[in-house]
């Protein structure tokens, strides 16, 4: 297992090299990713980024987590931040 | 670096098979791939060290035997770059993730092999968090190489839901049930005809025994009828065939109707064209046939680009292997077709949503279709905001043209394309991004 991490909402979560945001996220039990510009929660959905429906804010730009690989650092917050 | 005269837009089996195709013929040619690692979403390969997991021997051969000729053909490769449009002076725009700009190209031609998205029907509360597609499931744990965690219902129609199934249950947590609103097993006729159709019929068969083995409840005839959370789970309401109806609570809901064309947004198909290069489609997203017949589509379209870049005009032949994928495809749905007709999406109660990047809702519709004036597709869209969200209507347009229909049967039906229209950007993307936009040329400066 290897120590890399990203911060995801002030929380530290590990992953393994070549992991997407979403897979990551998966496997640290985080299944809601936050709200969205309308208030409803994001979440991982189709894994192909044809959805848009697990968007997230990577260091501040829009980015779909099934497609985006994490890497180490990286700070991942939700679409409208704190709800 | 050399202009390619031709780039395909995705790196599955149809863009794959295409390019090797056309770099056979020595013409220069590129892929470009939104993530790191090619196979598209059926070969979606494994992360570092982590083993692939079980598939049927017969798309593994397939895999290898593509895979190979592919890296044979040394072809360069784009990846985490998503393709934005063609814009009116017909130059070809790629975002490049890494580098957060968009990158001008000017091929001869495109080829556009973006594959397909799962179908998913409307339910009361598939928008929630713990809801997903059941193939973004299973792209999932071919990436990982993990099963999802906790309770998992399978839910939707098609052999699919087999397939996954069974993965999950090699991979230690097999599924708390499959809903199969079909009854593939009541089926002889298409049973039969399956039979023309051995190596479908082997895969299928492969998944079967496990699901029979680890004593997988597959409930056909049944559909989910709404979910609901409770507490931290999700509790699904289950009506089966004979009208009775059955609660499961679990962790996660994947669901799957089939699969259409990813073709959202693309540009038209053109064999000629003055100021732009020649747009072709190919695989999924020009007909949603799977896997195999994508790989033969694929390498038809890179045959014909081949073709009429060479001056010889004559159409390639279309292959036969994407006539009996079709015929294999028809026999499947036959094999799968609900129990029940589908209940009309306008049982659906008011407040499922339909689009979910605008929150609209089967309510909002009905509202809007029962005014005097009947709108069309094009202003339920504008007015009513349906299918102008992020995903550029990919999983609600088709229901929303289905429940406008139901709805005024009386008024001229309205198709998805009707709700979307046909314009880039393909994917959301910055401003910035845009008016930063490189050519080629100016790249290295």
């Known amino acids: 297992m290897s120590a890399q991490t990203f911060d995801w909402r002030g929380r530290s979560i590990p992953f393994r090299a070549g992991e997407s945001l979403a897979a990551a996220l998966e496997a640290a039990g985080i299944l809601t990713f936050g709200p969205d510009a309308l208030g409803q929660e994001t979440r991982y959905f189709c894994g192909i980024g044809a959805c848009q429906c697990c968007l997230l804010r990577v260091d501040g730009v829009v980015r779909e987590a099934c497609i985006t690989p994490a890497r180490a650092g990286m700070k991942v917050e939700a679409l409208e931040g704190q709800p | ?36 690692s090619l196979g598209g979403a059926i070969h979606r390969q494994p992360i570092e060290g982590v083993h692939p997991i079980h598939q049927a021997a017969g798309p593994k051969a397939r895999w290898q035997a593509l895979a190979q000729a592919f890296a044979a053909a040394r072809i360069p490769v784009r990846h985490a770059s998503v393709f934005v449009g063609v814009d ?33 029907y409307p339910r009361p509360g598939w928008q929630m968090a713990g809801v997903s597609t059941a193939g973004g499931l299973q792209v999932m744990m071919k990436e990982t190489g993990l099963a999802p965690q906790g309770r998992v219902l399978l839910a939707g129609s098609g052999p699919l839901l087999i397939a996954v199934a069974a993965q999950m249950a090699r991979l230690g947590n097999p599924p708390v049930a ?158 799968f077709a609900p129990v029940d007709p589908r209940p009309p999406l306008g049982q659906l109660p008011d407040e499922t949503i339909l689009c979910r990047c ?51 049967p009386d008024a001229p039906t309205p198709s998805s394309e009707d709700l979307t229209g046909r314009r880039w950007p393909v994917r959301p993307i910055s401003i910035a991004a845009l008016t930063g936009a490189t050519s080629q040329n100016t790249e290295n400066e």
């Open chain 2, 88 to 120: 009116g002076d017909g130059r070809v725009l790629i975002e490049n993730r890494r580098t957060e700009r968009v990158e001008q190209l000017a091929p001869k031609a495109v080829i556009l092999a973006t594959g397909a998205v799962e179908k998913i």
């Open chain 2, 178 to 335: 499959i809903v199969e609103a079909g009854d593939p097993m009541r089926q002889i006729g298409p049973g039969f005809a399956m039979l023309g159709h051995a190596a479908l019929l082997r895969e299928a068969a492969g998944y079967l025994s496990e699901i029979y083995l680890r004593r997988i409840p597959w409930m056909r005839g049944t559909h989910v009828e709404a979910i609901e959370k409770e507490g931290e789970s999700l509790r699904a309401t289950l009506r089966r065939h004979d009208g009775s109806v059955e609660r499961v609570t679990v962790d996660r809901i994947s669901l799957h109707d089939g699969i259409r064309p990813n073709d959202f947004g693309l540009p038209k198909e053109t064999m000629e064209s003055m100021t732009g290069p020649l747009i072709l489609r190919a695989g999924d997203c020009r007909e949603a046939l799977g896997a195999f017949a994508a790989e033969a589509d694929g390498r038809r379209v890179g045959r014909a680009v081949v073709d009429i870049l060479s001056g010889n005009r004559d159409c390639a032949e279309l292959d036969r292997t994407i006539e009996r994928a079709r015929l294999a495809q028809t026999t499947l749905a036959a094999l």
């Open chain 2, 1 to 36: 670096m050399i202009e390619p005269n031709v780039i395909v837009i995705g790196g599955g089996p149809a863009g794959l098979s295409a390019a090797t195709e056309i770099a056979r013929s020595g013409y220069v040619v590129e892929i470009i791939e939104q993530r790191e």
């Open chain 2, 358 to 408: 605008e929150g609209k809702t089967v309510g909002d519709l009905r509202r809007l279709c029962d005014r005097a004036d009947r709108l069309t597709g094009r202003e339920i869209k504008h007015n009513g905001r349906f299918a102008m969200g992020a995903c550029q209507g990919r999983f609600c347009a088709a229901n929303t043209a289905a429940l406008m229909a139901e709805i005024n």
